[in-house]
Every structure is written in C-alpha cells, then in structure tokens.
C-alpha cells in the first residue's frame, strides 16, 4: 500500500449496538467575499482584503475518514472583484524542494498544490492548476473527467494535445526558507493567484455570468506531498522518496482528485471582507429529510424488461463520444432495486467471501458493514435496508454469480431506465426533484432502498436515478454502440444513474459515467439475468 493510504494508527470504527441513523456529508463550502482594497500579486498577503478574508479548515486525507492525516498544515483563502477570482494557499513545508522550471511540465514531480474549477458545476470544461514553490504553471483544460475518456489540452504525454493556457493568469510565491537545502529546516511557502473572470467565463458551457453575487462555483486544492530523502546535494530528481500524500481541501469520497462532484462549494456574496458573514450563506445548502416510506421493498425481487429495439443516447453532455444508437436486446431480469448492505452480508456469510469486504464497509455514516467477534460479519443495526457502497468491480461480480445472476450491460440499464420511448429520466423527461430521487447531497448519504417511489419507472424498478451509481459489465470507450471497442487512453468501469452527490446536470439516463478508484461510498449495483431460462 502506498503512503498515501496509510492507515491511522489504532483508528477503528466505534462499536454501535443501537438503530444507527447515518451522519450527513457534504463536500466543503466557502462563502467568497469582495476585496476592499487593490491586490498586488506577489505572494505576501499584506493587502487589508487578505487579511481580513477567511481561511479554510485545514486540508484532510483526500479519501476518508480512518487515514493517515496531514502532518503538515495547508489552508487557502478565497477573495474576487469585478476583474479576478483571488485565491491564496499557505503551506507549511520543512524541507523546500523544487525544480521543475518550464511551463506546462508535469509539475507533480515536485511538491506541488493544485487548484481545480469547475464553473458550472457539471464535470464538463473544468481547469486544473499546478504549481510548485518556484511558482511554475501547469494549467490544462480537460472536456471531461479522465474516466470517461477525458484528454487535457497542454499534458506533455497525450498525444496531440493541444496547447491551452489560462490567458492573464497572474501567479507568485514566497518561500520562507532555503531552496533543496534538506540539512536545515525550512517554514514553508505561500502562493497567491488573480485568475481573470473572463477567461474562466471561456469555459462555462451555461454562458451564466460569473462575476455576479449567488455565483456557485464548484472547486477543490490539493496538496501533493514526497516523502523527499534529506540527502545534499540533490542529485537525482526520481527519487522522491518511498511514497506521497494527496491532502486536499474538500474530501473527494474516492482517492482521485478527477471526481468532479465530491469538490467544494464557493459562493459568491456582494458582502465585503469588513462585513460580518451572512448566516443564511453559510447554509446555504441545507440538508432535507428525504420522503417518508409508503413500502417495504423486496430486496432481490426482479423485473422483466421485454425483449425490443432501445434507443441507446445521446449522453446529453458528451453527444460526440457517445451518441445515438440503437440496440437490439433479448428480453431480461433486472433487480428491482440496489443490491443492499443485507444482502451483501448474506453472501459474506456464505462462503469464503472476507475478500470481497473492505476495511471502510465498517464506515457506519457511508456503508455499515462490521466483523462480528465470532466470525462473519453483521450489519450496523438499522443499514440493512441502504445500497452497499464502496463496491469494487470484483465484489459487485462474486456476488452476482453467487446470486446465479450477472452485472447488466450498459445498454440493458439504459434500456431498464428510458423504456421503449427513450424517456429522459426512469420516470419520465420531468427534471429530477426532491420526491424523484437522492441526489446532488440533498440527504447527504444514502437512503433505503425504494425510498423515491415518484421516481421509480413504469416497470416498477426503483433507485435507477440517483442514491448509487451502479457499476455495469463494460469500461468506457466511445460510440460503444457502434461497435467501436478500441479502448480510449483513459477509461474507467461503466457506471450509470447517478448518486446521493451527482448534480442535477449528470442525472439524465443516457449520461455514462465510469468509476474513478478501487472504492468510493457513492458506487454501489444491482444485478441482472437472462430471462431464457429463468424460472
């Protein structure tokens, strides 16, 4: 295991014996104020505007709860104006170490921080940021997440790509300390940006004005830390040491800064820095109690879905990759609803299973799964009705062929979801509201099973839309219903329907999502089985 996802000494999960109710999460969020006085950029952040601007909690383990964290302090400030978005870091960091000096180098080489913005908040256009304490750039726009086949503009090692550049960027540093010197012991080093609001507008796909009070920006830092030898002179820059970090401001729930929808929250108010912070911003995402349950579900019950034609896309945010097609399929079972944490259990139980059980299934908040003393293992009383989550692709397929059942294809699940009229959600075009479905951190975990019966389809399948993402048979490659099967250059395991976190912009049916890491307590499945046959 690497560094990065070393363990807390000692950390375990706390015993519950009570009917537990999960805690909410939701990704970070900062209210950005107006400046009040002129910024100069250079690195020392003497202005009143920075002074009176709010620093961030301290940035955490970017996956969860139960690892290692930072050992070293990082925070960020956030100011705008009229002209720029500001944005500050301040890294403590004994042993300054840099040499990466030409523009759009892969940057990560050394330590770095990184900033990630996403203007609209949809996965699509978004910018990634590098530096590192010689105050060399690296910025890259990506179209889309790597997952789903993504390839950056200026990444020196994709082919073809084409430069990019986040024109009038201004960028300086200061460090406190001596430069690849390890045999002292250094403060650390403080980065200060202007990014102008007209060129991040370039990359807006809404055309919304950014520059405007109630603008939600959706952003993340992360902090890539070596574990450099304290070795002089510095001869050979490969050796980094036995391992990194990734430390960042807004947990990301999955060990990967790509995940778009895990980033933090940044709200524009017309407020100034000397003003006192409007309490209504700073909860200006309130958690809802979901709907009330009319039901008990059938865990494991199927649906058919009849033999026919289906239309298959387009993905409504990436209609080149992935457009039209139409696909003919045999008739079919598909589970009524997500697997759940009970009946994963059932399988732990039933054989030599334990290796398909995750240490963070223990997580009581994301999933619920605990070792009894005895042997085998139990659910955290009251979790046996919610998806299982942090699924690996092994898992979801052991426990399929345990169940005498398979993983569907993606075009089965689109198929499931949009019916024989290509309907836009599984219960209709109507967008996705609070009775449809759990989404874009409305309850801030997940919720039992059958929970949103308006958002169920006409076939009486539930949890097609939001709550887990649900891992299908296939990796992401495009114009997968044209038969094109060359994989892409990045590609991750086919996900469909959304989670508890996915904005209301990625909940369509025909979007095609692809999973970002080994686990992440959004991704869950259900699972299919060919009618012929069946009893």
């Known amino acids: 295991m690497s560094l990065g996802m070393e363990r807390e000494a000692g950390f375990h999960y706390p015993p519950i014996v009570e009917a537990y109710t999960p805690r909410p999460f939701r990704p970070s969020q900062y209210v950005v104020r107006r400046t009040v006085d002129e910024i100069t950029i250079d690195g020392d952040l003497r202005e009143a505007s920075w002074a009176h601007a709010d620093w961030t909690a301290p940035f955490g383990h970017i996956f969860m709860v139960g690892y290692r964290q930072p050992f070293l302090a990082t925070r960020a400030k956030l100011l705008w104006d009229d002209r720029y978005l500001y944005a500050a870091v301040e890294l403590e960091e004994p042993n300054l170490v840099g040499h990466v000096t030409t523009r759009d180098e892969e940057i990560y080489r050394d330590n770095d921080i990184e900033l990630f913005i996403d203007v609209d908040g949809d996965a699509q256009d978004y910018i990634e940021l590098e530096f590192n304490c010689l105050g060399t750039i690296w910025d890259m726009f990506l179209p889309k997440e790597y997952n789903r086949g993504g390839l950056p503009h200026s990444h020196p090692r994709v082919e073809n790509s084409p430069p990019w550049d986040l024109q009038g960027m201004l960028v300086a540093v200061r460090m406190d300390g001596s430069l690849n010197y390890p045999l002292d012991t250094d403060n650390g080093w403080t980065i200060e940006m202007a990014l102008p609001w007209n060129s991040l507008q370039a990359t807006s796909r809404s055309g919304a004005q950014l520059n405007r009070a109630g603008t939600m920006l959706r952003l993340n830092f992360s902090r890539v830390q070596h574990t450099w030898p304290r070795v002089w002179p510095i001869i050979d820059w490969n050796d980094r040491g036995p391992g990194s970090y990734d430390w960042t401001w807004s947990q990301s729930l999955v060990y990967n800064m790509h995940a778009v929808e895990s980033w933090g929250r940044a709200l524009l108010t017309d407020q100034t ?62 589970d009524r609803y997500p697997v759940t944490v009970g009946q994963y259990i059932t399988f732990l139980n039933a054989g030599d299973h334990g290796q398909f059980c995750n240490v963070d299934m223990a997580n009581p908040d994301f999933c619920g799964i605990r070792s009894c003393a005895s042997g085998g293992y139990e659910a955290v009383a009251g979790r046996e009705l919610y998806p299982v989550t942090l699924m690996t692709l092994a898992g979801a397929q052991a426990f399929a062929a345990w169940a005498g059942k398979r993983l569907p294809t993606e075009f089965e699940w689109e198929a499931a979801a949009r019916g024989s009229r290509a309907r836009t959600y599984p219960w209709g075009d109507e967008p996705p509201t609070a009775i449809h479905a759990n989404y874009d951190y409305h309850i801030g975990h997940t919720t039992p099973i059958g929970t949103y019966v308006a958002g169920g389809s006409p076939d009486g399948l539930f949890d097609l839309a939001g709550n887990v993402w649900e891992l299908c048979d296939s990796s992401w490659h495009a114009n997968a219903w044209a038969g094109e099967v060359d994989p892409p250059r990045t590609s991750g395991q086919i996900m469909r329907g959304g989670s508890w976190g996915t904005p209301a912009a990625n909940m369509a049916a025909a979007y095609r999502n692809a999973q970002k890491g080994a686990t992440c307590p959004m991704v869950g499945f259900r699972c299919a089985r060919d009618l012929r046959g069946s009893t």
């Open 273 to 334: 820095v000397l003003q006192s912070a409007d309490e209504n911003l700073q909860h200006a995402f309130a958690f809802a109690p979901p709907p009330a349950a009319t039901s008990t579900p059938e865990p494991g019950s199927m649906v058919a879905i009849a033999a026919g034609t289906y239309s298959i896309g387009p993905d409504p945010t990436d209609p080149h990759d992935s457009p039209e097609g139409r696909e003919v399929l045999e008739a079919f079972l598909l």
